[in-house]
Antibody, heavy 119, light 110 residues
Framework: EVQLLESGGGLLQPGGSLRLSCAAS????????MTWVRQAPGKGLEWVSA????????YYADSVKGRFTISRDNSKNTLYLQMNGLRAEDAAAYYC????????????WGQGTLVTVSS | QSVLTQPPSVSAAPGQKVTISCSGSSSNIGNNYVSWYQQFPATAPKLLIYDNNKRPSGIPDRFSGSRSGTSATLDITGLQTGDEADYYC???????????FGGGTKLTVL
């Protein structure tokens, strides 16, 4: 059974840093790209960042480019999102998603981890 | 403002059909596959349609998708009250080199 478990969310002040993790199980992690998707309270879904199975290719939404870094450790079956220079508009539930073939096909999702940015 | 445009809300009676549109451009929908997701409150989204018109196993054939030019549509037939949810389209944008979601459509089954 595929499982994705996010962790690392919390309350941060603007300008702060945070690293989210997504522990994966139930599939060959290194064979699949992974994507982070976020959702601000009461708002729609926003594609944030994706990484290829090998980790050699990474992609970012303009809203986070230069501030967020996606990475993965295939030996630990874990996906990461390093978030620096946090802004109020980064406050959201962050979901990791197993990505199938294309970077818009998410066949499994985690339960999400909440990031709050407030002074 | 989202790159992909969806109607904020749609509604129809049980048993009827509803169509949710998703409008984009040549850099996204016009040249990339579209996926659709269903999301209930406080839960993670669920894949409904991928590659424009394919259904994952377990998704009933009441849900169908199509793409024409720079627009995509999600059709839901035989509406049930349990279909009340938010629906999102998403695709890749070749100019942005990033994925882009629509703003989401809230479906109400009257």
């Amino acid at each position: 059974e595929v499982q994705l478990l996010e962790s690392g969310g919390g309350l941060l002040q603007p300008g702060g840093s945070l690293r989210l993790s997504c522990a994966a199980s139930g599939f060959t992690f290194s064979s699949y790209a992974m994507t982070w998707v976020r959702q601000a309270p009461g708002k729609g879904l926003e594609w944030v960042s994706a990484i290829s199975g090998s980790g050699g290719s990474t992609y970012y939404a303009d809203s986070v480019k230069g501030r967020f870094t996606i990475s993965r450790d295939n030996s630990k079956n874990t996906l990461y999102l390093q978030m620096n220079g946090l802004r109020a508009e980064d406050a959201a539930a962050y979901y990791c998603a197993k990505t199938q073939t294309y970077y818009q096909n998410f066949d499994y999702w985690g339960q999400g981890t909440l990031v709050t940015v407030s002074s | 403002q989202s790159v992909l445009t969806q109607p904020p809300s749609v509604s129809a009676a049980p048993g009827q059909k509803v169509t949710i549109s998703c409008s984009g451009s040549s850099s996204n929908i016009g040249n990339n596959y579209v996926s659709w997701y269903q999301q209930f409150p406080a839960t993670a989204p669920k894949l409904l349609i991928y590659d424009n018109n394919k259904r994952p196993s377990g998704i009933p054939d009441r849900f169908s998708g199509s793409r024409s030019g720079t627009s995509a549509t999600l059709d839901i037939t035989g509406l049930q009250t349990g279909d009340e949810a938010d629906y999102y389209c998403v695709t890749w944008d070749s100019s942005l080199s990033a994925g882009v979601f629509g703003g989401g459509t809230k479906l109400t089954v009257l």
